[in-house]
């Protein structure tokens, strides 16, 4: 089992930054790779960011260029960086641990239970 923590949600206004942070515990010697989605009223979970275990990253092509996901491995911990936060960032973010077999992020049924992120316009 793994369990995940998000901390660093709030509000902002527009243009403003936030960090969110993902702690993990449990088994997680079985994880290869870590995301963060976010749900928004209305729709449907979609995959932000991942991260590998080798460090590679990839984004969502809304949010390439102001978000940058990271991990420290001592603190078993994986980051968010959100720039130029947009109200249509505003949603709730979720920590997920997962696999990775190229070029596919594929999401294990572990979830934190989410930090809420408003951004005022």
């Known amino acids: 089992q793994v369990q995940l923590v998000e901390s660093g949600g709030g509000l902002v206004q527009a243009g403003g930054s936030l960090r969110l942070s993902c702690a993990a515990s449990g088994s997680i010697s079985s994880i290869n790779a870590m995301g963060w989605y976010r749900q928004a009223p209305g729709k449907r979970r979609e995959l932000v960011a991942y991260?590998?275990?080798?460090?590679?990253?990839n984004y969502a092509d809304s949010v390439k260029g102001r978000f940058t996901i990271s991990r420290d491995n001592a603190k078993n911990t994986v980051y968010l960086q959100m720039n130029r936060l947009k109200p249509e960032d505003t949603a709730v973010y979720y920590c997920n641990a997962g696999d990775y077999y190229e070029p596919i992020y594929y999401a294990m049924d572990y979830w934190g239970k989410g930090t809420l992120v408003t951004v005022s316009s």
């Open positions: 991260i590998t275990s080798d460090g590679s990253t």
